[in-house]
């Protein structure tokens, strides 16, 4: 796995982000301990700035775990806001749902259990954000799913854009500039073809913030 940042550029990007507090606290913790892949602090500072930045009042997330990235999410909401949260492990949703009350979001908040990628043909848009970070071989499928209900100004922000445990970067890289890598996994191709798909779409522009493990924010643009 390569190293985005060194640990002290990472530190130092974490400081100049939005403020924690305790339950954030107790969600990093938590993570540490299970060694869960959430976000991580560096990049839920940056949904919640982006939430803010393009006055997100629905977020749909494909993959919410323990309801970490939605809490910052939340953060940026206002009052009257909603935001989505999906999950195919019952326990994990559970977690988030106390979360998420613990942090005085519950009424913004509808839970639900199962595939993501089907969950969001049950829901109506407009979305003002979109979290992909379900199976990386989905990344498309689930873009394809929501790309009619992202909001113009909106956007949609995929999660291990650069690695995750099974990416193999170099593969990654080189099939982003065209080349052929060889054997690789469907994780690896699955993130290739969503930067591509993303990329290619005229009504998104896309970039890298290679912060926690990548992502790639889209604006919608037309
Ligand atoms: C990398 S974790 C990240 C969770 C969260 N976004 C965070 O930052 O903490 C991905 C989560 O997506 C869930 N997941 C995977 N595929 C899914 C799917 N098709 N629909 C809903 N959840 C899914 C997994 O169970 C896991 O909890």
Redesign the pocket.
Known sequence: MPEILPDATAEFARAIGPDTDEIIDEMDAQADAEG????GPTVGGWLQLLARMVSARRVF??????G??AYWFARALPDDGEIVL????AD?LDQAREYMRRGGFDDLTSYEL????RTVDDYEGPFDAV?I???KH?YREAFEAVRPKVAEGGVVIA?NAVTAGPIDFEALSALVRGEDPGDVNEHTTGVADYLDAVGADPAFETALIPLGEGIAVSHRVA
């Open positions: 869960f892949p959430t976000v997330e494909f993959g919410s775990g323990f970490y990235s999906t999950e195919v492990d994990e199962g595939d993501a990628v979290l970070d379900n199976e989905r999660d």
